[in-house]
């Protein structure tokens, strides 16, 4: 593979975990998700309920709360750390194996690698409220207060973390509309990109 690693950030609802699981599964190759959180809260000393939580969503609204919120004497936040120990556990897994990884930064931390495909997965609302309201038996005002509130979170924490925009094409090699390609098209032409 030229590419050895794969990582897919997403807005919610889009079905990007769904495309890099499937991706991941049909390459043969491992998948890491929700698996990294119990590394993360093993190196952090942290619980895993809030490192699920506050790894990849920031834990505030906006970008000057994030940016302020629970300092020590150093400047560092419990946020900041638990960041660097997602940090080290990412390049650890890169250095590894070829793998899928899905958000967490993963697409900037692997920056400097050319082994690496980063892929941004988005879709029409009508699509993502859809399978909103189904995964999670919603009505559909709720999904989209939870696509809203998920993405915002992602946003801040990307945008804080790596002074970049978080769904902004150039800083990906690849932007998929799912709800226009469809999951099976997606897949394929995320495979053809590492072949």
């Known amino acids: 593979m030229a590419k050895r690693i794969i990582t897919i950030s997403r807005e919610f609802g889009s079905g990007g975990r769904f495309i890099g699981e499937e991706v991941a599964k049909k390459l043969g190759i491992a998948y890491y998700?929700?698996?990294?959180?119990?590394?993360?809260?093993?190196?952090?000393?942290l619980s895993p309920e809030y490192i699920q939580e506050n790894a990849e969503l920031s834990p505030k609204k906006g970008l000057f709360a994030y940016a302020f919120s629970g300092r020590d004497i150093t400047g560092k936040s419990v946020e900041d750390m638990v960041y660097?120990?997602?940090r080290n556990?990412?390049?650890?897994l890169a250095e590894k194996e070829p793998c899928v990884?899905?958000?967490?930064?993963?697409?900037?931390?692997?920056?400097?690698?050319?082994?690496?495909?980063?892929?941004?997965?988005h879709g029409d609302m009508p699509e993502k409220i859809?399978?909103?309201?189904?995964?999670?038996?919603?009505?559909?005002?709720e999904a989209v207060k939870m696509m809203a509130d998920t993405d915002k979170?992602?946003?801040?924490?990307?945008?804080?973390y790596t002074d970049q925009n978080w769904g902004k094409a150039s800083n990906y090699t690849l932007c998929l509309n799912s709800s226009q390609l469809g999951y099976d098209r997606c897949e394929m032409i995320i495979m053809e990109c590492v072949k």
């Open 153 to 160: 979170r992602r946003r801040t924490n990307y945008n804080f």
């Open 130 to 141: 859809k399978r909103i309201t189904g995964l999670h038996n919603v009505e559909e005002k």
């Open 84 to 86: 660097e120990v997602q």
């Open 101 to 121: 990884i899905i958000g967490r930064n993963a697409d900037y931390i692997l920056k400097d690698r050319d082994d690496v495909l980063n892929v941004f997965i």
């Open 89 to 92: 556990i990412i390049l650890e």
């Open 33 to 45: 998700d929700k698996n990294i959180i119990g590394q993360i809260a093993e190196k952090s000393g």
